[in-house]
Nanobody, 123 residues
Framework: QVQLVESGGGLVQAGGSLRLSCAAS????????MGWFRQAPGKEREVVAT????????YYVDSVKGRFTIAKDNAKSTVYLQMTSLNPEDTAVYYC????????????????WGHGTQVTVSS
Protein backbone atom coordinates (compact mmCIF):
# COMPACT_ATOMS: atom_id res chain seq x y z
CA GLN A 1 0.00 0.00 0.00
CA VAL A 2 1.12 3.55 -0.76
CA GLN A 3 -0.62 6.66 0.55
CA LEU A 4 0.02 9.91 -1.29
CA VAL A 5 -0.50 13.49 -0.11
CA GLU A 6 0.09 16.43 -2.44
CA SER A 7 0.94 19.96 -1.34
CA GLY A 8 2.28 23.18 -2.76
CA GLY A 9 -0.55 24.29 -4.98
CA GLY A 10 -1.95 27.78 -4.95
CA LEU A 11 -2.67 30.93 -6.91
CA VAL A 12 0.16 32.41 -8.94
CA GLN A 13 0.45 35.02 -11.66
CA ALA A 14 1.41 34.08 -15.19
CA GLY A 15 5.16 33.71 -15.45
CA GLY A 16 5.46 32.60 -11.85
CA SER A 17 6.63 29.36 -10.30
CA LEU A 18 5.38 26.73 -7.89
CA ARG A 19 6.81 23.53 -6.51
CA LEU A 20 4.44 20.69 -5.83
CA SER A 21 5.35 17.95 -3.41
CA CYS A 22 3.88 14.51 -3.02
CA ALA A 23 4.69 12.76 0.23
CA ALA A 24 4.30 9.02 0.23
CA SER A 25 3.93 6.56 3.02
CA UNK A 26 4.41 2.87 2.58
CA UNK A 27 7.33 0.58 2.25
CA UNK A 28 7.29 0.29 -1.53
CA UNK A 29 7.77 3.92 -2.55
CA UNK A 30 11.35 3.37 -3.64
CA UNK A 31 10.24 0.74 -6.13
CA UNK A 32 7.28 2.71 -7.45
CA UNK A 33 7.16 4.66 -10.65
CA MET A 34 5.52 8.03 -10.11
CA GLY A 35 3.51 10.37 -12.23
CA TRP A 36 2.04 13.82 -12.03
CA PHE A 37 -1.29 14.29 -13.75
CA ARG A 38 -3.66 17.22 -14.01
CA GLN A 39 -7.31 17.75 -14.69
CA ALA A 40 -8.86 21.03 -15.70
CA PRO A 41 -12.61 21.64 -15.45
CA GLY A 42 -14.46 19.86 -18.22
CA LYS A 43 -11.36 18.06 -19.43
CA GLU A 44 -9.96 14.59 -19.03
CA ARG A 45 -7.10 13.86 -16.70
CA GLU A 46 -3.83 14.14 -18.57
CA VAL A 47 -0.27 13.20 -17.85
CA VAL A 48 2.14 15.99 -17.01
CA ALA A 49 5.32 14.11 -16.14
CA THR A 50 6.46 10.67 -15.05
CA UNK A 51 9.59 9.28 -13.44
CA UNK A 52 11.12 5.84 -13.23
CA UNK A 53 11.23 4.21 -9.81
CA UNK A 54 14.97 4.88 -9.63
CA UNK A 55 14.56 8.50 -10.63
CA UNK A 56 16.75 7.93 -13.63
CA UNK A 57 14.27 8.31 -16.47
CA UNK A 58 11.65 10.99 -16.96
CA TYR A 59 8.89 11.92 -19.40
CA TYR A 60 7.18 15.25 -19.97
CA VAL A 61 4.15 16.13 -22.02
CA ASP A 62 5.14 18.53 -24.78
CA SER A 63 3.26 21.47 -23.31
CA VAL A 64 5.44 21.51 -20.17
CA LYS A 65 8.84 20.54 -21.58
CA GLY A 66 11.49 23.02 -20.56
CA ARG A 67 9.24 24.51 -17.87
CA PHE A 68 8.50 21.67 -15.46
CA THR A 69 10.87 19.28 -13.72
CA ILE A 70 9.95 16.06 -11.93
CA ALA A 71 12.25 14.64 -9.28
CA LYS A 72 12.03 11.71 -6.87
CA ASP A 73 13.75 11.55 -3.51
CA ASN A 74 13.52 7.97 -2.29
CA ALA A 75 15.19 8.83 1.00
CA LYS A 76 12.39 11.28 1.78
CA SER A 77 9.65 9.27 0.04
CA THR A 78 8.70 12.39 -1.87
CA VAL A 79 8.24 13.28 -5.49
CA TYR A 80 8.37 16.88 -6.65
CA LEU A 81 7.13 18.86 -9.60
CA GLN A 82 8.95 22.14 -10.08
CA MET A 83 6.85 24.37 -12.33
CA THR A 84 8.18 27.55 -13.88
CA SER A 85 6.92 30.02 -16.48
CA LEU A 86 3.38 29.12 -15.57
CA ASN A 87 0.56 30.21 -17.81
CA PRO A 88 -3.23 30.15 -17.41
CA GLU A 89 -3.43 26.92 -19.45
CA ASP A 90 -1.63 25.20 -16.57
CA THR A 91 -4.58 25.83 -14.27
CA ALA A 92 -5.87 22.48 -13.01
CA VAL A 93 -6.00 20.13 -10.10
CA TYR A 94 -2.69 18.31 -9.98
CA TYR A 95 -2.50 14.72 -8.80
CA CYS A 96 0.41 12.47 -8.07
CA UNK A 97 0.13 8.76 -8.67
CA UNK A 98 2.19 5.66 -8.04
CA UNK A 99 2.40 2.29 -9.68
CA UNK A 100 4.51 -0.81 -9.47
CA UNK A 101 6.53 -1.40 -12.58
CA UNK A 102 7.37 1.00 -15.35
CA UNK A 103 6.21 4.57 -15.52
CA UNK A 104 3.33 5.16 -17.88
CA UNK A 105 1.44 8.07 -19.43
CA UNK A 106 -1.84 6.17 -19.00
CA UNK A 107 -3.54 7.21 -15.76
CA UNK A 108 -5.60 4.02 -15.72
CA UNK A 109 -2.63 1.84 -14.91
CA UNK A 110 -1.65 3.68 -11.74
CA UNK A 111 -2.43 1.91 -8.51
CA UNK A 112 -2.49 4.78 -6.02
CA TRP A 113 -3.56 8.40 -6.19
CA GLY A 114 -3.42 11.44 -3.99
CA HIS A 115 -6.40 13.74 -3.50
CA GLY A 116 -4.94 16.50 -5.62
CA THR A 117 -3.82 20.09 -5.16
CA GLN A 118 -5.27 23.07 -7.00
CA VAL A 119 -3.01 25.21 -9.16
CA THR A 120 -4.50 28.43 -10.48
CA VAL A 121 -2.56 30.72 -12.79
CA SER A 122 -3.95 34.20 -13.32
CA SER A 123 -3.27 36.23 -16.45
Amino acid sequence: QVQLVESGGGLVQAGGSLRLSCAASGRTFSSSAMGWFRQAPGKEREVVATIHWSGGSTYYVDSVKGRFTIAKDNAKSTVYLQMTSLNPEDTAVYYCAARYGSASVNPRVYDYWGHGTQVTVSS
